[in-house]
């Protein structure tokens, strides 16, 4: 495999060629990292949770866990795959990869690719623990003009009702497909079972899944004396272990699917407020270079600016501080409308 080279990226060049011959061996991990949710060469403090042998070397929890670059190869047929090298080690430059971790799916044994571009994987191209999928599930019903639709039928031009009781229009939809295979070797894309009434009295309406990084609204008294705001927005990936809530593996694939507005809003799936498509920096990684070309178009057409919310993202250990008070007080995450809680955001 490739190694860091001088130069902070991999001794490979544009247009050189490979075979991706599979097999070998490979290994779940889990990665502690208390400082945010990229995986960043810079950084240090990204270690083994638990120790894990690999390549006939057993690696201690604790164990320091790097990139040392990024490679995007596209195969014969124009189909992208995006590669990053690891180290058990801080970083080191140059460094002798010991492993690499594809980002999405992996391509099939004996495929050729080409080299198409490398990146250094820090600050802006810091790499996401969750393997850059956020966005429904294509049976999801999500509500529309017409009344609720799958996610999967939902078309440009359609009008979707917003949290702020507007009708917005869906500008761009992208649908992205990931094996069971991929979901057995990356848990962490695997979705997010909601089931009905788990965040609250009718919320959601009937079992949902969503991505793991998909943000849902929860809105109650509780979020307002903590943030400011009775309706904050988190992960899904940040419910599990709430009654009912888990990781699941659909017995083939799982469909995931986009939406993009005029603005970040929050859009009701079967009762449960959750967010259209973000314009973060995540969101470019996750696509084809076909799917970042369009969607860079859309968004230069309507005039949308990148990285802007009106609503609070919270990060982890502030859904965990949430979550528990709530659990304490019996309170469910989302309040019933009656409540007289302002769902709108101003």
């Keep these: 495999m490739p190694n860091e080279d001088g130069t902070f990226l991999s001794n490979l060049n544009p247009d050189d060629t490979l075979i991706w011959l599979g097999g070998g061996g490979s290994q779940i991990v889990n990665i502690n990292d208390p400082t945010d949710a990229d995986w960043d060469e810079a950084e240090g403090d990204q270690v083994l949770d638990a120790g894990v042998t690999f390549g006939g070397t057993t690696y201690a929890a604790g164990t320091p866990l790097t990139p040392n670059y990024t490679i995007t190869f596209e195969d014969g047929e124009g ?23 594809w980002q999405g799916n992996i ?27 956020t966005c429904f ?32 229009e869906v500008l761009w939809t992208s649908q992205r497909r990931v094996c069971r295979q991929m979901l057995e070797t ?66 083939h694939s799982v469909e995931y699917v986009h939406f993009l507005l005029a603005e970040h809003s929050a859009i009701s799936a079967c009762g449960l407020q959750s967010e259209s498509l973000y314009l973060g920096k995540m969101t470019l990684r996750s696509l084809s270079p076909m799917k970042r070309r369009a969607l860079t178009k ?49």
């Design 137 to 168: 599930e294509s049976g999801v019903p999500i509500d529309t003009e017409f009344g609720p639709i799958p996610a999967g039928e939902v078309e440009i031009g359609m009008r979707l009702p917003t949290v702020d009781g507007a009708l917005r």
């Design 298 to 346: 859309a968004t230069e057409r309507h005039g949308l600016e990148w990285a802007t919310s009106r609503f609070r993202f919270l990060k982890r250990r502030e859904a965990e501080a949430l979550i528990a008070t709530h659990t304490k007080n019996g309170r469910p995450l989302v309040e019933p409308a009656a409540s007289g809680l302002d769902l709108k955001v101003a």
């Design 107 to 133: 391509p099939p044994p004996g495929t050729e690719l080409t080299v198409i571009s490398e990146s250094n994987p820090t600050r802006a191209n810091a790499l996401d623990y969750t393997t850059f999928v």
């Design 79 to 101: 189909v992208t795959y995006v590669m990053s090298g690891v180290i058990f080690s801080n970083n080191l430059n140059p460094s002798t990869t010991q492993a690499v971790v």
């Design 186 to 251: 990356f848990p962490r894309m695997q979705p997010v079972l909601i089931p009905a009434g788990s965040l609250g009295p009718g919320v959601p309406l009937r079992s949902l899944l969503l991505s793991p990084d998909h943000r849902v609204m929860l809105n109650s008294r509780i979020a307002l004396r903590r943030f400011g705001t009775p309706n904050v927005m988190v992960a899904a990936r940040f419910l599990v272990g709430l009654p009912g809530i888990r990781h699941v593996i659909p017995e």
